[in-house]
């Protein structure tokens, strides 16, 4: 009977699988909100029932419109759902492009999925591609995701088919011989590239010459890395799921430990948690910045030189 009653129980690692949540975080709303509450194995291990993990599912996608996690996990679960389908009414129409690629990825018609959005990339343009047709995507699908639309691994399948995408569009710009030189990457804890590929599409097209890690780099290899590839700026990509303390924490660590030469950027939905005030931190509030961004930095070199 005890078998039968956790048959629909998933464990830790697999919320953090389903749910994009770390396993610290779960632990800490568990301590802090009390929620969630999961139930206990004959091992004393954690075992989280399905309604549990929707709900956090939800919680997620919330965090990434802005909301914080403290506001979010207060509320019950019809609460939450009716904040979720008010916040979801907010979003624009999905284009006839939009709609054709979600039907592709729910029909798991990966090659064709990677034809249509590589066709829309050489017609609009890196830049256009990034900020109107992959930002846009990836949000509706993760509506979806929440909503019960779509599962983990199609969710997954478009991440890698943008990723592809992505990556022949940078490779067919050719490498910049001009600074500054960027070195992409994302903290420790931090699992999510997406927007770090999307953040040096446009780099890449705007000039810039970008070296990327990849992510989960520890912070002394950043600060190594950044002295060996010198580096003008370290641009780090932040996703709502790390948490806000950590966040704030690990970036204050690393603009201590770089040189004072070379500029600190953060830029994702988990960068609005960092005071903009911070010295030497610079945030950026959108893709869209990231030109601004580069501009400021020209502006300010030749500033130094006069």
Known sequence: MQENNLEHRLSIAAVERETGLPKDTLRVWERRYGFPQPERDASGDRLYPEA????????????????????????????????????????????????????????????????????????????????ETVAPLTAQ?????????????????????????????????????????????????????????????????????????????????????????????????VSSNASAAQVQESVHLLRAQLPPAVALWCGGAGAARLKRSAKGIQVLGGLDEVTAALDRWHAQRVAARD
């Open 52 to 131: 549990q993990v929707a709900r956090l599912r939800t919680v997620k996608r919330l965090m990434e419109r802005g909301l914080r996690p403290g506001r979010l996990l207060k509320l019950d679960g019809a609460a939450l759902q009716a904040l979720a389908e008010a916040r979801t009414g907010e979003a624009p129409p999905r284009s006839a492009q939009h709609e054709l690629a979600l039907f592709l990825l729910k029909t798991h018609q990966a090659a064709e999925l990677r034809r249509e959005l590589t066709q829309v990339q050489m017609r609009d343009g890196v830049k256009r591609f990034v900020l």
């Open 141 to 237: 699908v993760g509506e979806a995701w929440t909503r019960g639309e779509l599962q983990v691994y199609e969710e997954h399948l478009l991440t890698e088919v943008l990723q592809a995408v992505l990556r022949q569009a940078i490779a067919q710009l050719g490498a910049p011989a001009g600074p500054p030189r960027l070195l992409l990457t994302t903290l420790p804890e931090e699992r999510h590239g997406l927007g770090l590929l999307m953040a040096e599409a446009i780099a890449t097209l705007e000039g810039a010459q970008c070296v990327s890690l990849g992510t989960q780099t520890p912070l002394r290899d950043i600060v190594a890395a950044a002295i060996a590839q010198k580096a003008d700026v370290v641009a780090l990509s």
